[in-house]
């Protein structure tokens, strides 16, 4: 009986998986797609085409590249940086406004990113961040801060204040209790929020669109429109390009977070 | 006078702790606070360090008025409980924080923990982990680390909990050594009657957020060593209530 | 007394932060009750809000942006639990699998979109396999999934991504307590199921819906999705509110605030709904703690 009902758990656990992961591997074989026409179950003709058109156009993709990757790390270094302070007020500290803090900080979860976009499109461009990078960037901070704080909330509370009380009575002021003995345990969680943040930022397409007028490209942007006129294999080549940045992203930062808790003697991640 | 405590009342939350509490330690002495679980002894020693803030009263370390003194500048160190070893660094840098804080020379940083180690039985243990370490191990190390500190005042918060019967006693006399060597004033705190009485000069008996009973070893304890000669009675009621606040 | 201020110091970034979000918030509102000091309009009124809600093609898209959110975050909530609970309960919460978890977090919805056309048109794959299974002749024949008025390509296209979200939004906590608490409950003699149904489950309850409201507001008001896979009738109501917006006849403009005014009224009765959740699951949390 148990035999039957490992296998059954495990079947569905593998069907789940192979789910996530075919619409992945379909875009892989579009990437290299020519001709790929009805009603085949492989693509009739490969080649590189798509590829080359993107990557021939070098500087264009740089720029591009560059441009997306810039604002979303900028993006997830603030979300971190705030979130860091924001969970810890939030934590160790009672005061006035607190449940009031606290919510309004999870708000950007719900409300709509195109309602907030519409909404605050006219204040940007009264200001001048309308079309602009910094703007996209504020923007996108607003819906990336919600995230990191609430893993930053998680994090602050699971390092607690006992190893600073610590450092406090054996000399240390405050500021350096904290940089020397509460960041660096942070910092695996800190990694997490980043590519959370990074992520959120990347995947924007609304946001963009509106306040970055038609200036601000980042992929999200530049891959719809090929989308929607059916050019599949370089929406395609775009996505692969996306994917592939996020996972390097995500990757590294899990690397090192999993370098930091060892060192952190991992007992609080676990 | 190394610690001076006058009048000291502690509010936590909306419950008060401590009440009316006075205490003096002499330069040099070595003091017990003795009382049950939740009778306020580590409310007390976090109030000498500075770690919470009194509503009224005053302390005085060293003859110097500490009430707006920041933790880090007043000199009482405190070992607690739970240790509290910084697990992302070695022994080493556990012991050597405050010097390291202070800016000593990296050169005499090292001979201090040295020095240390082996007077804490622990030579040679500089480069491990604290992960690597044994329960008795870890507590010589935070008591190796409170003396690296240089304190005026060595508060220790029942550092001895977890330990077996005959650890218990070797850390004892490990303290009691120390104590002795670099002349500390300290106040250990205990719920063990053997132990204090061992260990201390004087006891400062402990009850419901109040000093009850504050004299030399022998006079706290009856000719047989069990029981408390003073107030006995009023230790007994104060037991019984909070027992039933456990109970609710 | 300076120490007083410390939080308030801490908080000071997040609180521009929620400023201009809240800015951007309030303008959304102030514009779709008329007030746009920009086109001369000073007098606050209702009339496009009634204007937009007896239209019935505005009633008919509110219908289907409600029906993709409502199903979408349901049946995300339901598998996304029952998954969850057999990676928990089979100790299988750990490499592989949550990897493959987090993969679908990172896709941006655009690229899900990009999927959804690969997989579900009338010449996708699915589609294909079909024809290879000999259940269809023609591209035609295949239904409509996505591009149709029900909504079903949104609603596939967004589970994909949301079901991987509620599991790791509750993954973590629902493993910590089926351990813990699991274990506590297993010494005192019940099953393996039981223990998640009695313990484990209302404890995560609050954590469940929380993520449910957030994949519920999403889906009610993101753009992208909609914007690429669906119908042409009916449309999303963030897409509609995009068109009034970028309307060149800038008396347009209250419409598409009154159509956001719409997506604003239900997720703030949905935030209301969460921060009821947060105080219910803090006080539990306070009272274990005895603070």
Same mark, same amino acid.
């Given at each position: 009986? $148990?035999?039957?009902?490992?296998?059954?758990?495990?079947?569905?656990l593998l069907m789940f998986v192979m789910v996530i992961l075919?619409?992945?591997?379909?875009?892989?074989?579009?990437?290299?797609?020519?001709?790929?026409?009805?009603?085949?179950?492989?693509?009739?003709?490969?080649?590189?085409?798509?590829? $080359?058109?993107?990557?021939?156009?070098?500087?264009?993709?740089?720029?591009?590249?560059?441009?997306?990757?810039?604002?979303?790390?900028?993006?997830?270094?603030?979300?971190?940086?705030?979130?860091?302070?924001? &969970?810890?007020?939030?934590?160790?500290?009672?005061?006035?406004?607190?449940?009031?803090?606290?919510?309004?900080?999870?708000?950007?979860?719900?409300?709509? &990113?195109?309602?907030? &976009?519409?909404?605050?499109?006219?204040?940007?461009?009264?200001?001048?961040?309308?079309?602009?990078?910094?703007?996209?960037?504020?923007?996108?901070?607003?819906?990336?801060?919600?995230?990191?704080?609430?893993?930053?909330?998680?994090?602050?509370? &699971?390092?607690?204040?006992?190893?600073?009380?610590?450092?406090?009575?054996?000399?240390?002021?405050?500021?350096?209790?904290?940089?020397?003995?509460?960041?660096?345990?942070?910092?695996?969680?800190?990694?997490?929020?980043?590519?959370?943040?990074?992520?959120?930022?990347?995947?924007?397409?609304?946001?963009?669109?509106?306040?970055?007028?038609?200036?601000?490209?980042?992929?999200?942007?530049?891959?719809?429109?090929?989308?929607?006129?059916?050019?599949?294999?370089?929406?395609?080549?775009?996505?692969g390009l996306f994917l592939g940045v996020t996972l390097i992203?995500?990757?590294?930062?899990?690397?090192?977070?999993?370098?930091?808790?060892?060192?952190?003697?991992?007992?609080?991640?676990? | 006078?190394?610690?001076?405590?006058?009048?000291?009342?502690?509010?936590?939350?909306?419950?008060?702790?401590?009440?009316?509490?006075?205490?003096?330690?002499?330069?040099?002495?070595?003091?017990?606070?003795?009382?049950?679980?939740?009778?306020?002894?580590?409310?007390?020693?976090?109030?000498?360090?500075?770690?919470?803030?009194?509503?009224?009263?005053?302390?005085?370390?060293?003859?110097?008025?500490?009430?707006?003194?920041?933790?880090?500048?007043?000199?009482?160190?405190?070992?607690?409980?739970?240790?509290?070893?910084?697990?992302?660094?070695?022994?080493?840098?556990?012991?050597?924080?405050?010097?390291?804080?202070?800016?000593?020379?990296?050169?005499?940083?090292?001979?201090?923990?040295?020095?240390?180690?082996?007077?804490?039985?622990?030579?040679?243990?500089?480069?491990?982990?604290?992960?690597?370490?044994?329960?008795?191990?870890?507590?010589?190390?935070?008591?190796?680390?409170?003396?690296?500190?240089?304190?005026?005042?060595?508060?220790?918060?029942?550092?001895?909990?977890?330990?077996?019967?005959?650890?218990?006693?070797?850390?004892?006399?490990?303290?009691?050594?120390?104590?002795?060597?670099?002349h500390l004033t300290t106040i250990l705190v205990t719920h063990?009657?053997?132990?204090?009485?061992?260990?201390?000069?004087?006891?400062?008996?402990?009850?419901?957020?109040?000093?009850?009973?504050?004299?030399?070893?022998?006079?706290?304890?009856?000719?047989?060593?069990?029981?408390?000669?003073?107030?006995?009675?009023?230790?007994?009621?104060?037991?019984?209530?909070?027992?039933?606040?456990?109970?609710? | 007394?300076?120490?007083?201020?410390?939080?308030?110091?801490?908080?000071?970034?997040?609180?521009?932060?929620?400023?201009?979000?809240?800015?951007?918030?309030?303008?959304?509102?102030?514009?779709?009750?008329?007030?746009?000091?920009?086109?001369?309009?000073?007098?606050?009124?209702?009339?496009?809000?009634?204007?937009?809600?007896?239209?019935?093609?505005?009633?008919?898209?509110?219908?289907?942006?409600?029906?993709?959110?409502?199903?979408?975050?349901?049946?995300?909530?339901?598998?996304?639990?029952?998954?969850?609970?057999?990676?928990?309960?089979?100790?299988?919460?750990?490499?592989?699998?949550?990897?493959?978890?987090?993969?679908?977090?990172?896709?941006?919805?655009?690229?899900?979109?990009?999927?959804?056309?690969?997989?579900?048109?009338?010449?996708?794959?699915?589609?294909?396999?079909?024809?290879?299974?000999?259940?269809?002749?023609?591209?035609?024949?295949?239904?409509?999934?996505?591009?149709?008025?029900?909504?079903?390509?949104?609603?596939?296209?967004?589970?994909?991504?949301?079901?991987?979200?509620?599991?790791?939004?509750?993954?973590?906590?629902?493993?910590?307590?089926?351990?813990?608490?699991?274990?506590?409950?297993?010494?005192?003699?019940?099953?393996?199921?039981?223990?998640?149904?009695?313990?484990?489950?209302?404890?995560?309850?609050?954590?469940?819906?929380?993520?449910?409201?957030?994949?519920?507001?999403?889906?009610?008001?993101?753009?992208?999705?909609?914007?690429?896979?669906?119908?042409?009738?009916?449309?999303?109501?963030?897409?509609?509110?995009?068109?009034?917006?970028?309307?060149?006849?800038?008396?347009?403009?209250?419409?598409?605030?009154?159509?956001?005014?719409?997506?604003?009224?239900?997720?703030?009765?949905?935030?209301?709904?969460?921060?009821?959740?947060?105080?219910?699951?803090?006080?539990?949390?306070?009272?274990?703690?005895?603070?």
């Amino acid at each position: 009986m $148990r035999k039957d009902r490992w296998r059954l758990r495990t079947g569905i656990l593998l069907m789940f998986v192979m789910v996530i992961l075919m619409p992945a591997a379909t875009l892989i074989i579009w990437v290299f797609t020519e001709r790929w026409s009805w009603p085949d179950l492989w693509p009739q003709t490969f080649s590189l085409r798509a590829v $080359r058109e993107i990557t021939g156009r070098k500087g264009q993709l740089i720029s591009l590249l560059g441009s997306s990757i810039f604002i979303s790390v900028v993006v997830a270094f603030l979300s971190v940086g705030i979130g860091v302070m924001t &969970a810890r007020a939030l934590v160790f500290y009672e005061f006035r406004g607190k449940r009031f803090f606290h919510f309004v900080s999870m708000l950007p979860f719900l409300v709509p &990113a195109t309602v907030f &976009a519409m909404g605050i499109q006219v204040s940007f461009i009264k200001v001048g961040l309308n079309n602009s990078v910094m703007g996209v960037v504020i923007a996108h901070l607003i819906y990336s801060l919600p995230y990191a704080v609430r893993l930053l909330l998680e994090g602050t509370r &699971a390092v607690g204040q006992t190893l600073e009380e610590q450092a406090r009575v054996l000399g240390a002021s405050s500021g350096k209790a904290f940089l020397k003995i509460s960041f660096p345990l942070l910092v695996p969680v800190m990694l997490t929020g980043f590519s959370m943040a990074y992520v959120v930022s990347f995947s924007q397409y609304f946001l963009t669109l509106l306040i970055g007028g038609g200036k601000i490209k980042t992929f999200a942007i530049v891959m719809v429109p090929y989308l929607q006129s059916g050019n599949r294999n370089i929406a395609s080549v775009y996505g692969g390009l996306f994917l592939g940045v996020t996972l390097i992203v995500f990757g590294v930062t899990e690397r090192l977070a999993g370098k930091y808790s060892k060192k952190a003697g991992g007992e609080y991640y676990g | 006078m190394s610690l001076q405590v006058e009048k000291l009342n502690v509010i936590l939350g909306r419950e008060a702790i401590l009440h009316d509490v006075d205490l003096s330690v002499g330069s040099g002495e070595f003091i017990s606070l003795l009382g049950p679980s939740g009778c306020g002894k580590t409310t007390l020693l976090k109030s000498i360090a500075g770690l919470l803030e009194p509503s009224s009263g005053h302390i005085y370390i060293q003859s110097e008025l500490v009430d707006l003194v920041v933790p880090e500048k007043r000199g009482a160190v405190i070992v607690f409980q739970d240790l509290r070893l910084f697990p992302h660094m070695t022994v080493e840098k556990n012991i050597g924080f405050a010097m390291e804080i202070q800016k000593i020379p990296k050169d005499i940083c090292r001979q201090v923990v040295g020095e240390l180690l082996e007077e804490v039985n622990l030579a040679g243990y500089e480069k491990k982990k604290v992960r690597e370490m044994s329960g008795g191990q870890l507590q010589r190390v935070a008591l190796a680390r409170a003396l690296a500190a240089r304190p005026r005042v060595l508060l220790l918060d029942e550092p001895f909990s977890g330990l077996d019967e005959t650890l218990r006693q070797k850390m004892g006399e490990l303290v009691r050594q120390l104590h002795h060597k670099h002349h500390l004033t300290t106040i250990l705190v205990t719920h063990d009657k053997q132990e204090a009485l061992r260990l201390s000069d004087r006891i400062a008996v402990m009850a419901g957020g109040r000093i009850r009973q504050y004299d030399h070893a022998r006079m706290v304890f009856s000719a047989d060593g069990t029981g408390f000669t003073c107030f006995p009675k009023q230790l007994e009621e104060v037991q019984n209530e909070s027992a039933k606040k456990d109970h609710i | 007394m300076r120490e007083k201020l410390v939080p308030y110091g801490l908080l000071l970034p997040q609180i521009i932060v929620t400023v201009i979000f809240l800015a951007g918030l309030i303008t959304g509102i102030t514009q779709s009750l008329g007030v746009i000091p920009a086109l001369g309009l000073t007098e606050p009124t209702l009339k496009y809000y009634r204007e937009v809600l007896s239209d019935t093609g505005i009633l008919i898209s509110i219908g289907y942006s409600l029906r993709i959110a409502v199903i979408s975050s349901f049946m995300a909530a339901v598998i996304g639990v029952f998954l969850c609970a057999l990676m928990v309960t089979g100790k299988k919460t750990g490499g592989g699998y949550m990897r493959a978890v987090q993969l679908p977090i990172i896709v941006p919805h655009v690229v899900v979109a990009l999927f959804a056309v690969n997989l579900l048109s009338q010449n996708g794959i699915m589609a294909r396999v079909g024809y290879w299974l000999g259940r269809l002749q023609d591209q035609q024949e295949f239904p409509l999934i996505i591009y149709d008025s029900f909504g079903w390509g949104v609603i596939l296209a967004y589970l994909w991504k949301e079901i991987p979200f509620i599991i790791y939004f509750i993954i973590s906590l629902m493993a910590n307590i089926n351990e813990k608490l699991g274990e506590a409950a297993t010494n005192l003699g019940a099953g393996r199921w039981t223990v998640f149904f009695k313990v484990t489950l209302p404890l995560c309850k609050n954590n469940i819906l929380s993520g449910s409201l957030i994949i519920f507001v999403f889906a009610l008001g993101a753009y992208e999705l909609p914007a690429i896979l669906g119908a042409t009738t009916p449309r999303a109501l963030p897409v509609m509110a995009y068109i009034q917006y970028i309307h060149p006849d800038m008396q347009n403009r209250p419409f598409a605030m009154a159509l956001n005014g719409i997506i604003i009224l239900i997720s703030l009765a949905s935030a209301f709904i969460f921060f009821a959740l947060m105080e219910k699951s803090s006080k539990r949390l306070k009272r274990r703690k005895g603070e």
